[in-house]
């Protein structure tokens, strides 16, 4: 056992029922889901978080819902925890894989950044299944879950576009006609957000030649007080209309937006839900189902047909990524544009647009 491990890196989950052999021991995990015994139940699954962790209300929440809705529906039984950085990631699975007491059905490893530690541990337990989300591990026992951002992110800049030509208010925000310019806040520069930011660039360019976008890195998932400044920047040089795709650091947007009265694009869940104290503001949300891909690797396992050795690309036809209007303001978006929205994301389905995967700069 790693005994240098911290208890309170692993979350308790749903169920107050106790892990039997790897609880008692220093570091393991301490809480799961489900029933506590391993033969009772039709899986138990480990779970792997990306950096940034729980509560983040996008990527890794929505990570969980997929395993909750698994533990829902099947009965399955969990544990899960969060690493306090990259340089953990390869413990954790390399902890879940070697463990007998309990065994476990799948390890699901959650984020790009996990790649690298999955390729080394997955050879060394060839009998372990494990899925991974935003990457591909080439081995025959690992199921590789990828998503189309670009497509779910060009029609969040279609709607960009669109909005800041248009006088337009709801809520705490409004737009300014004579904005020349929207913004894209990204968490970790990597292949993944990139995805995000052309996709966003490439939706701008298609509805309007008049907008450009200005772009941020923050460096991190989990520094709201970067997005908030990155926001700002953006906002008072003339942007109306912000989208991150940057974790728990995209608190720091909507932050911004309310204190200048501007609008923000939330990302991975509804984060006028997830971050109701932000509805106000957040117009719409590029839905990146993450618990979908989650939730399909436990109930293949369960099925006995785990899809290891393969690739899934969930984009818009098969609504694996989505742009959801906010709960509170997204209804008032004017129709004209929700149907130039609506009319972008069936020429990307048809294959009448091309979606670019990366940025030009």
Do not use: W
């Amino acid at each position: 056992m790693a005994s240098d491990f911290d208890r309170r890196r692993f979350i308790k989950a749903a169920s107050a029922a106790g892990l039997v052999g790897l609880a008692g021991c220093s570091g393991g995990p301490s809480g799961d889901g489900g029933d506590g015994g391993d033969g009772d139940v039709p899986a138990r699954i480990g779970i792997v978080y990306s950096d940034g962790g729980l509560g983040d209300n996008s990527f890794n929440d929505a990570a969980q819902q997929g395993i909750l809705q698994a533990e829902e529906e099947f009965g399955i039984a969990y544990d899960e925890s969060e690493p306090d950085g990259a340089g953990e990631f390869e413990q954790f699975q390399q902890q879940y894989a070697g463990s007998t007491d309990p065994a476990y059905d799948l390890v699901s490893t959650i984020g790009f950044n996990q790649g690298d530690a999955l390729t080394e541990t997955a050879p060394d337990y060839p009998d372990q299944d494990f899925m991974i989300v935003d990457t591909v591990v080439d081995e025959p026992n690992v199921a590789s879950y990828l998503f189309r951002e670009h497509e779910g992110s060009f029609l969040m800049g279609v709607l960009a576009g669109h909005l800041t030509e248009t006088e337009f208010s709801a809520g705490a925000g409004e737009t300014d006609p004579d904005s020349t310019n929207v913004g894209f806040v990204g968490g970790v520069d990597s292949p993944v957000i990139r995805r995000f930011q052309a996709g966003f660039e490439a939706g701008v360019d298609y509805a309007t030649d008049d907008v450009d976008v200005t772009t941020s890195y923050v460096g991190s998932y989990a520094d709201p007080t970067g997005g908030q400044e990155a926001a700002l920047s953006m906002y008072q040089s003339g942007a109306d209309i912000v989208y991150h795709a940057s974790g728990a650091t995209g608190v720091g947007v909507f932050q911004a937006a309310q204190e200048e009265g501007r609008f923000a694009f939330g990302v991975d869940q509804d984060q006028s839900i997830s971050n109701e104290s932000f509805a106000d503001v957040i117009l719409a949300s590029m839905v990146k189902r993450v618990d979908t891909a989650v939730y399909e690797s436990i109930s293949n396992v369960i099925d006995d047909d785990h899809q290891g050795g393969s690739t899934t690309a969930l984009g818009l036809e098969s609504n694996g990524v989505e742009c959801v209007y906010g709960d509170q303001i997204g209804g008032e978006v004017p129709d004209e544009i929700t149907t130039a929205v609506a009319d972008a994301r069936d020429e990307i389905i048809a294959g009448n647009i091309e979606v670019p995967e990366t940025t030009s700069n």
